[in-house]
C-alpha cells in the first residue's frame, strides 16, 4: 500500500469520525432543546437528562440545570409570595367589612338626629367617603377572590350575543339617567365560545361600569362573529398616558374619585384565565377597550 493511499484510508476514517460526531452532537442539541421546552412548560422538578457521552453537552446540560434550578426557586418564592399578598387582601377586606358596617349603622342614626346645615353637611361628607371606603372594601374581597379561584373556573358553552345583552340590560338604567344612549350591534348568527358564564358576565359588567365612569355621553358596543368585542366611548377627560394604565390595580382618575381602581383589573385577570385577551385604545378623544375570545 503506498503512502497516498495510506493518507486517503487515514483521511477516510477522519473524516467518518467528524461526520459521527457532527451527528451525535446534532442528535444531542434536538434532544437539549426538546428537554429544555418540556421543562420550562411542564411543571415539574426533574431535571435534563442526556443520552450522549459528549463531555461539553454535558457540561451545557450541567449549566442549563443549574439555571433551572434557580428559575424553580424564583417562581417558588414568587408563588409563596402572591399566596401572602392574596390572604393579606382577603384578611384586611375581612377586617374592615365589621368596622365600617358599624360606621354606616350609626351614621344612619345619625342622619335621624337634628343638627345644623354644617353638621348636616359634614355627616353627609363622612358618610360619602365611608361608601366609597365599603366599595373598596368589596372589591378588594372580590379580587382577592378572582386571584384564588381563577384557575378553577369551569368552561361550559356560552351564548356570547346573550351574556352580552343580559349585561346591557342590567345596566340600562344607570346609562340612561347619565343621558347615555348604548348603540349595540351584534351580528344574527350566534357566537359561541366555551368560557366560564359567571366570568363573562363580571368581565362584560365591569366593562360597562368603566364605561358608566369615563363615558363623555356616548357608549357604542360591537360584538363580531370572531368573537370580540368593543366598548367605544367618548373620553376626553382621559389622555394615552392614563389609558395605558386603566389595568394597573388600584390606577383611578380624580374624575372618578369613587372607583377602586379594581374593576378593570378583575376582567383582565378573568379574561386571561378564559384564554382570551383584552386591551384598551385612545384616538382622537375616544376610549376603545377591546375584549376577544378566538375561536
Known amino acids: 500500500m503506498t503512502a497516498l493511499a495510506v493518507a486517503c484510508?487515514?483521511?477516510?476514517?477522519?473524516a467518518l469520525a467528524l461526520g459521527l460526531k457532527v451527528l451525535s452532537m446534532r442528535r444531542a442539541a434536538r434532544q437539549l432543546i426538546r428537554e429544555l421546552s418540556e421543562k420550562l412548560s411542564e411543571d415539574t422538578n426533574t431535571l435534563i437528562s442526556l443520552s450522549t457521552s459528549d463531555r461539553e453537552m454535558r457540561r451545557l446540560a450541567a449549566s442549563l440545570n443549574g439555571e433551572l434550578?434557580?428559575?424553580?426557586?424564583?417562581r417558588l418564592r414568587y408563588r409563596q409570595g402572591d399566596r401572602e399578598l392574596k390572604d393579606a387582601v382577603t384578611n384586611v377586606s375581612h377586617d374592615l367589612r365589621t368596622?365600617?358596617?358599624?360606621i354606616c349603622g350609626y351614621l344612619e342614626l345619625l342622619e335621624r338626629e337634628d343638627m345644623s346645615a354644617d353638621a348636616r353637611r359634614y355627616l353627609d361628607t363622612i358618610a360619602e367617603r365611608t361608601e366609597a371606603m365599603k366599595s373598596l372594601t368589596e372589591e378588594l374581597?372580590?379580587?382577592s377572590v378572582v386571584l384564588s379561584t381563577g384557575s378553577e373556573l369551569p368552561p361550559e358553552p356560552v351564548d356570547m350575543n346573550a351574556a352580552l345583552e343580559r349585561a346591557a340590560a342590567g345596566f340600562y338604567a344607570a346609562l340612561t339617567a347619565r343621558?347615555?344612549?348604548p348603540d349595540i350591534r351584534m351580528p344574527e348568527e350566534h357566537v359561541l365560545r366555551t368560557l366560564n358564564r359567571a366570568a363573562l358576565n363580571r368581565v362584560f359588567s365591569n366593562l360597562l361600569s368603566n364605561a358608566?365612569?369615563?363615558?363623555?355621553?356616548?357608549?357604542?358596543?360591537?360584538?363580531?362573529?370572531?368573537?370580540?368585542?368593543?366598548?367605544?366611548?367618548a373620553a376626553p377627560d382621559l389622555d394615552p398616558v392614563q389609558v395605558g394604565r386603566l389595568f394597573d390595580r388600584f390606577f383611578s382618575?380624580?374624575?372618578?374619585?369613587?372607583?377602586?381602581?379594581?374593576?378593570?383589573?378583575?376582567?383582565?385577570?378573568?379574561?386571561?384565565?378564559?384564554?382570551?385577551?383584552?386591551?384598551?385604545g385612545y384616538e382622537s378623544g375616544r376610549l376603545t377597550v377591546t375584549v376577544s375570545f378566538p375561536a
Open 141 to 143: 374581597f372580590r379580587y
Open 212 to 233: 358608566l365612569k369615563y363615558s363623555a355621553g356616548d357608549l357604542e358596543i360591537v360584538l363580531t362573529p370572531d368573537g370580540t368585542v368593543s366598548f367605544s366611548n
Open 69 to 74: 434550578r434557580s428559575l424553580r426557586a424564583a
Open 253 to 280: 382618575l380624580e374624575a372618578a374619585r369613587n372607583s377602586t381602581g379594581l374593576g378593570l383589573a378583575i376582567a383582565r385577570t378573568l379574561v386571561e384565565h378564559m384564554g382570551g385577551s383584552i386591551q384598551a
Open 9 to 14: 484510508a487515514i483521511l477516510a476514517v477522519t
Open 179 to 181: 343621558g347615555i344612549r
Open 99 to 102: 368596622p365600617l358596617t358599624a
